[in-house]
């Protein structure tokens, strides 16, 4: 049971006829030979009021359609990502604590999960590529370094607002795609726009007072509707990515269409 020694390989749930329940049980020191301590590959798992600490890599990976339910846990410790699901699978992250994994505590491709109720702590929060639907409720954000949607979708997720950040250095950072449901940017949270993005028809962006914007040389171009509601004591600013003019310039607000506004 000792970090230091050679960590044992995997619990490895493969097929569409598999199936795991774990309650109430730890998984210490696993993920040798660059596996993870818990891989469904096309199979199925719920894993409840349990623990999974210290792997060598991964904690756990969801891959090919397969479904993991993690509720009331706590992944932590792992040498790279908490979580890890490719571009077809179900994730489902409930209640659950993720700290001092030395990756991203959870590194999605394309998933449309659920996460709500969790702590994340001491890592690089999430990276979440091309998130669709996703309940996004009541999570904590405490001394991480940064939260990453590739895909615009990711920053109009249901529950947003409820979402706390403590201390998120790096803020969010969005990687181009489109806004398609209405969002708030929160001011107590820097935003960085890595390319373009855009917001849908019919869709409303609310900056709220205070906010920073980070941009680089492309646009946010709005078919929507934008409201950058700041105050005489607390302005929105759009910048570029050192707030120094002499550095390279970020691009344009473009609102575009009749319909815009």
Known sequence: DDPNQPHWGTIHIEGAQASGLFEHTNLRNGGAQHLSALMLNG????????????SSTNGLRVVNNAKLTV?????????????????????????????????????????????AG??????????????????????????VNQVVFRGGAGVGLAGWENTTFVNVTGGVELMGGEISRDATWLANLPHKLESALSVAQGVTLTLQPGLMVRASSQQLLVRGRILSQGTAASSV?????????????????????????
């Open 43 to 54: 199979s199925s798992a719920t894993f409840v009021s349990g623990r999974i600490e210290a």
């Open 71 to 115: 509720i009331g846990s706590t992944v932590s410790g792992s040498g790279n990502h908490g979580v890890i699901s490719d571009n077809t699978s179900e994730l489902r992250l409930m209640n659950s604590s993720f700290s001092g994994n030395s990756g991203y505590a959870v590194f999605g491709d394309g998933l449309s999960p659920v996460i």
């Open 118 to 143: 969790n702590t994340f702590e001491g890592s690089f929060g999430l990276f979440m590529i091309q998130p669709q639907v996703v309940d996004f409720s009541s999570n904590t954000f405490r001394n």
């Open 237 to 261: 600013t759009f910048t570029n990515h050192t707030n120094d003019p002499n550095q390279q310039h970020w691009g344009s607000i473009h609102i575009e269409g009749a319909q815009a506004s």
